[in-house]
């Protein structure tokens, strides 16, 4: 006997109660990322106002050691066909955010033992399953995670998506020096013109009252970004989305994780990027530029706010989801994560594990259609 404990949380308050431990866990563990903080989570309910969303938040005790283990799961709803639900636990904060990297949060000492425990638990919980999005197989979660669903004797379908990441080194001339002759002509000729000779200026936000108009500049530069393409936006298909930046940044700049910049030409934003800086890794969430303005805007803004991130001493540039092909020109390396559908093994769920029904797919709706409104 390991001598853990499991309680369930069903409301908000209790998350609440946790958030100070949740936190200290979260650090010291496997799982550690921006998108599992308790900040995060608190923001994306904030921007989900309005939406009953049911907590069931697993917590794993030890009678010496206390909380060793949180997962911050809700309960969600997929339906079959739009017809047959299926209520299944999903990560906190995971939608309408650009949340990736979903884990269990567990004491290193504890890890192996956590995890059984909370999936012993899923066992007895009102759910026919649960969403792991962008698990990361390079720090032993995917792997884990998928072994202790299948020790629990549940139904696991796994599919890779795919990540870009570089190293940073110590200067911008050795990056640059990685690219291709082409690339690297590229940005120098941008720079040189927009910059050095064409007078524009990087804005950086800084203070409080920043946030929301270098937001709205992020936001309308997006929608430029995408109508160049015929496309609609991140924002426009997702309000819900935009209000969560308006929710995330002004905690994200207390925290100094937030990263949002604007080039401007003639004091007017023309290009502006947003990321977080947390532990020695730069995560690029989202870019925008006016594509009729001044050729070379966003690629000389990346160029700018990757000589920060070196300057500033952090080790890994993580440009997150995705098979853009400008990536690749970037220096950067594909890596796969993995999504995980799992699923307990009853009559309901038979047909999902039968045709391998997948919840990004044409027959299992991923999202209340509430949640896009």
């Known amino acids: ?89 999903r990560i906190m904060g995971d939608y309408a955010t650009g949340s ?120 309308h530069l997006s929608a430029l970004r995408w109508e160049s393409t015929d496309e609609v936006g991140v924002f426009e298909r997702k309000p819900r989305e935009a209000e969560f930046y308006r929710m995330f940044a002004p905690c994200a700049l207390q925290r100094g994780w937030l990263r949002l910049l604007t080039l401007n030409v003639d004091g007017q934003p023309v290009a502006a990027e947003y990321g977080y800086r947390y532990g020695n890794s730069y995560l690029a969430l989202q870019a925008g530029y006016d594509a009729s303005g001044p050729p070379g805007s966003g690629k000389v803004l990346l160029n700018q706010v990757i000589a920060r991130e070196i300057d500033a001493g952090t080790a890994v540039f993580d440009l997150l989801v995705g098979d853009a092909s400008y990536k690749s020109s970037y220096g950067a390396q594909e890596r796969h994560c993995q999504e995980l559908f799992i699923l307990k093994k009853r009559l309901k769920t038979l047909p999902l594990r039968l045709g391998h029904v997948w919840p990004r797919g044409h027959y299992l709706a991923m999202t209340h259609p509430e949640l896009d409104g």
């Open 100 to 219: 990736v990297y979903s884990d269990i949060i567990a004491a290193p000492a504890h890890q192996q033992a956590v995890e059984a425990q909370v999936f012993d638990a899923v066992r007895g919980l009102d759910c026919d399953g649960m969403w792991l999005p962008h698990v990361r197989p390079w720090t032993g979660a995917s792997q884990a995670l998928r072994q202790a669903a299948d020790a629990a004797g549940m139904h696991v379908e796994a599919r890779p998506t795919e990540f870009y990441v570089f190293e940073l080194p110590d200067t911008l001339e050795a990056y640059e020096g990685r690219l291709s002759k082409s690339t690297r002509k590229d940005f120098r000729r941008a720079r040189r013109k927009l910059i050095d000779d064409g007078g524009a200026e990087v804005r950086t936000c800084e203070q409080p009252e920043d946030v929301e108009c270098m937001l709205r500049a992020l936001f």
């Open 1 to 89: 006997m390991n001598g853990l404990s499991t309680r369930v949380l069903n409301t908000w308050e209790e998350v609440e109660d946790i958030h100070a431990t949740w936190s200290a866990l979260l650090g010291s563990s496997r799982a550690n990322a921006i998108f599992l903080t308790p900040e995060w989570v608190t923001a994306w309910r904030g921007a989900m106002r309005g939406i009953e969303i049911a907590p069931r938040v697993i917590v794993v005790e030890h009678p010496q050691d206390g909380t060793v283990g949180i997962a911050p799961f809700y309960l969600g709803q997929l339906h079959l066909l739009g017809r047959i639900p299926y209520r299944i636990l």
